[in-house]
């Protein structure tokens, strides 16, 4: 199983630009999420999704948008870049939102807006 | 106040030194869960451990140990001997239902250790 997969590893953009970001994930879970990381803040969620064709907010989803038209991909769409959404992206799925349950991550997307 | 909170931001120790990791969480509910993951280097974040609200018993998996004391609010990580792969940067999480499932996590603590 390659678990969690992200692409791409890295990207510039410049602003005011476009881009997703992909997610897939070969576990068969049911649930999916997206965080960005910035350095001394932690892992905050932006998005996620408790199952295919849905998706919810979650602490900052300013800017981004997401969509879950596979179980197994999970997008995450930045419409017009801005220089505050340079960050390190992770996608992570879980097999349920079981309290217990734990989640599997990607390997990041290193993004970069000048 | 944060959630979760690990005070320590970063910490530097030489191999084989004993390290512990803090990490302080407040939740009002009776039934939650705290996990605790490891990034390394290579920037994916892994699993390391998880434990319920209704277990506070200690747990040991080699040089790895956990401390989880409901009285004070805390589920520390204990390093043992540690070695130069251990570096990395581990992240306390908390799991509880106010929040349908989903977790919290702290803002990390960076281990560096020296050979």
């Known amino acids: 199983n390659a678990g969690v997969t992200q692409t791409p590893k890295f990207r510039v953009l410049k602003t005011g630009q476009s881009m997703t970001l992909l997610c897939a994930q070969d576990m068969n879970h049911e649930y999916m999420y997206w965080y960005r990381q910035d350095p001394g803040m932690g892992l905050r969620l932006i998005h996620y999704?408790?199952?295919?064709?849905?998706?919810a907010k979650g602490e900052v989803p300013d800017g981004y948008n997401v969509s879950r038209l596979k179980k197994q991909n999970f997008l995450l769409g930045l419409e017009s870049a801005a220089p505050s959404q340079t960050s390190v992206y992770f996608c992570?799925?879980?097999?349920?939102?079981?309290?217990?349950?734990?989640?599997?991550f990607g390997p990041g997307t290193r993004l970069t807006v000048l | 106040a944060q959630k979760v909170t690990q005070a320590q931001t970063e910490i530097s120790v030489v191999e084989k030194e004993d390290v512990t990791l803090d990490c302080v969480y407040e939740t009002r509910d009776t039934t939650y869960y705290l996990f605790w993951y490891k990034q390394p280097p290579s920037g994916e974040l892994v699993f390391l451990i998880r434990r319920n609200s209704f277990d506070e018993q200690n747990e040991i998996s080699g040089r790895y140990s956990w401390n989880f004391q409901k009285s004070t609010s805390s589920f520390n990580f204990t390093i043992t001997a540690s070695q130069v792969v251990d570096s990395a940067v581990y992240f306390c999480a908390l799991s509880e239902n106010t929040n349908a499932g989903k977790s919290t996590f702290g803002d990390g603590t960076t281990l560096t250790v020296k050979p």
């Open positions: 992570a799925s879980s097999y349920n939102t079981n309290l217990a349950t734990e989640q599997f």
């Open positions: 999704s408790v199952g295919e064709g849905t998706t």
